[in-house]
T-cell receptor, first 115, second 116 residues
Framework: AQKVTQAQTEISVVEKEDVTLDCVYE???????LFWYKQPPSGELVFLIR??????QNEISGRYSWNFQKSTSSFNFTITASQVVDSAVYFC????????????FGKGNQVVVIP | DTEVTQTPKHLVMGMTNKKSLKCEQH?????MYWYKQKAKKPPELMFV???????INESVPSRFSPECPNSSLLNLHLHALQPEDSALYLC???????????????FGNGTRLTVT
């Protein structure tokens, strides 16, 4: 069974619009970590944010914000005022258990920002 | 620039060739990983080294042979590959030990491998 679901495949937005990426996860562990990674065309995955299961505080970091809701098992990610450099594939990932660095990735969201 | 360096960036090899992918990091991380990523797919874990010892092998075929000569280096030796092994191979590292649990992975730019 897929543990991380990113239902949207490709999302196109016009520059300066906001874009929200949905992520739904599945786990039986009470301790787990959620991540968002960005993969630009150059190939490397860039870490964006991490949240653990005990911290549902939502934050804003620059143009990035996230909404973690355990009640719906969702960890959504928003880019505000999108820029062309935001064009990339965005992966949501889950790490279950304490001390486990094995990541379960979602299928990814291709974000295309149109100038 | 990424702090995890992978060489070469591109590699084309025949099915009878032997080649190696290299990965290097100087962040003092003691966990290193190999991932395989096919086009338009998420990365798939292949191997994990923890303190220079192989801790996870995700049932990878023996034509892929990992090696961790020291805490900064990770190699992936390739032999008798198939065309379906063509993919982006990503190396990653993360800290280990108390206080570093579930830390984010630091990825390299990857090696784009084509098997002909």
């Amino acid at each position: 069974a897929q543990k991380v679901t990113q239902a949207q495949t490709e999302i196109s937005v016009v520059e300066k619009e906001d874009v929200t990426l949905d992520c739904v996860y599945e786990t039986r562990d009470t301790t787990y970590y959620l991540f968002w990674y960005k993969q630009p065309p150059s190939g490397e995955l860039v870490f964006l944010i991490r949240r653990n299961s005990f911290d549902e505080q939502n934050e804003i970091s620059g143009r990035y914000s996230w909404n973690f809701q355990k009640s719906t098992s969702s960890f959504n990610f928003t880019i505000t005022a999108s820029q062309v450099v935001d064009s990339a594939v965005y992966f949501c990932a889950l790490s279950e258990g304490y001390g486990n660095n094995r990541l379960a990735f979602g299928k990814g969201n291709q974000v295309v920002v149109i100038p | 620039d990424t702090e995890v360096t992978q060489t070469p960036k591109h590699l084309v090899m025949g099915m009878t060739n032997k080649k190696s992918l290299k990965c290097e990091q100087h962040m003092g991380h003691r966990a290193m990983y190999w991932y395989k990523q096919k086009a338009k797919k998420p990365p798939e874990l292949m191997f994990v080294y923890s303190y220079e010892k192989l801790s996870i092998n995700e049932s990878v075929p023996s034509r892929f042979s990992p090696e961790c000569p020291n805490s900064s280096l990770l190699n992936l030796h390739l032999h008798a590959l198939q065309p379906e092994d063509s993919a982006l191979y990503l190396c990653a590292s993360s800290p280990k030990g108390q206080g570093a649990y579930n830390s984010p992975l630091h990825f390299g730019n990857g090696t784009r491998l084509t098997v002909t």
